[in-house]
């Protein structure tokens, strides 16, 4: 089955700063990529997604990037804010007759002000 | 529109009691999912139902029952609670099961078990 890695487990970070998380996954089946955002005492929140056609995809200061040949894939926050303060976790799905999708065990995103 | 509910929000058992968690989508979603979240392992899935009638064990599922009891809830029961069963617990949904398919958390429920 597939198997998705997630690093750094924490991160801190200044006000201001960027932030990069990134992933890596086993299946070369697997062609859907969400991002998840989970704050204090609530449910994860999809925030960004990508499909494997494609190589990056921006949404405001959040960027996503894949390379399907080195089978990892990254979250970019830029100019972080403290209500970017989350637990972040990637997933992977494979189209191969799975939709389930297998998560990483997500980041801890620290913004000090 | 409510998005996916979730009841109780918190609740606390002693080992060998029973419950269940209730869980209710208003979105017309085929698909319904139970993930449970404890530090440092992320989200595991114990059991999903990719349409109303089925269900499927997930990763976790072992202590742990399950009933899509139409198109907008989906239950999950522990029969007989044990320490390791204590975890912050999600239902989640999603528009049909194909790749490529956003899901949509409920707020979770924070169960401990003495």
């Known amino acids: 089955g597939e198997n998705v890695e997630q690093h750094p487990s924490t991160l801190s970070v200044q006000e201001g700063d960027s932030a990069v998380i990134k992933c890596t996954y086993s299946?070369?089946?697997?062609?859907?990529f969400p991002w998840y955002k989970q704050e204090l005492g609530k449910g994860p929140q999809l925030i960004i997604d990508?499909?494997?056609?494609?190589g990056e995809k921006k949404d405001q200061r959040i960027a996503v990037t894949l390379n399907k040949t080195a089978k990892h894939f990254s979250l970019h926050i830029t100019e972080t804010q403290p209500e970017d303060s989350a637990v972040y976790f990637c997933?992977?799905?494979?189209?191969?007759?799975?939709?389930?999708?297998?998560f990483g065990r997500g980041t801890s995103l620290i913004v000090h002000p | 529109n409510a998005g996916v509910t979730q009841t109780p929000k918190f609740q606390v058992l002693k080992t060998g009691q029973s419950m269940t968690l209730q869980c209710a989508q208003d979105m017309n979603h085929n698909s319904m999912y139970w993930y449970r979240q404890d530090p440092g392992m992320g989200l595991r899935l114990i059991y999903y139902?990719?349409?109303?009638?089925?269900?499927d064990k997930g990763e976790v599922p072992n202590g742990y029952n399950v009933s899509r009891l139409n198109k907008r809830e989906f239950s999950l029961r522990l029969e007989s609670a044990a320490p390791s069963q204590t975890s912050v617990y999600f239902c989640?949904?999603?528009?049909?099961?194909?790749?490529?398919?956003?899901?949509?958390f409920g707020p979770g429920t924070r169960l401990t078990v003495l």
């Open positions: 139902s990719a349409s109303e009638g089925t269900t």
């Open positions: 990508i499909r494997s056609n494609v």
């Open positions: 299946d070369s089946a697997s062609n859907y």
């Open positions: 989640a949904s999603s528009k049909q099961g194909a790749t490529g398919n956003e899901q949509f």
């Open positions: 997933a992977a799905l494979s189209s191969g007759g799975s939709y389930i999708p297998t």
